[in-house]
């Protein structure tokens, strides 16, 4: 199930940077590379393996709520391109993620412990 979620993955930074990539001296092009619908394996009822199901759903929505939750702690300022892929996940293949509620961001009023916490040397220094 991890091939699948990789490349659930991938579609959707494909979709959210294609403007980026628009802009390459030589974009991908769909015919050569191929586009996958990868919907039906999300839509499928659970899959009986000796004496446990499988849910690809639920393994697919685990796996982007970690990756996306883990990427977003890393780099705090990519939160608006993992939430833009949160959305599209939910309208693209039906998978709702959790709501992280992580910082969106920072408040520029007087110290900021995000601000402190890169220049922890800068602080401890004054």
């Keep these: 199930i991890e091939p699948l979620c990789r490349d659930i993955e991938t579609d959707l930074r494909l979709h959210i940077h294609s403007a980026a990539i628009a802009q390459l001296d030589e974009p991908p092009n769909p015919f050569k ?52 892929m949160r959305n599209l996940v939910q309208e693209k293949y039906g998978v709702t993620l959790t709501e992280t509620h992580l910082p969106t961001g920072t408040l520029e009023q007087g110290l900021d412990v995000l601000e402190i916490m890169r220049n922890i040397h800068v602080f401890v220094s004054r």
């Design 33 to 84: 590379v191929g586009v996958k619908d990868l919907s039906p394996f999300i839509k499928l009822r659970a899959i009986r393996f000796f004496n446990a199901d499988i849910y690809i759903k639920e393994r697919v929505t685990h796996y982007l709520d970690q990756t996306f939750y883990n990427l977003t702690t890393v780099a705090l300022h990519d939160w608006k391109t993992y939430g833009e």
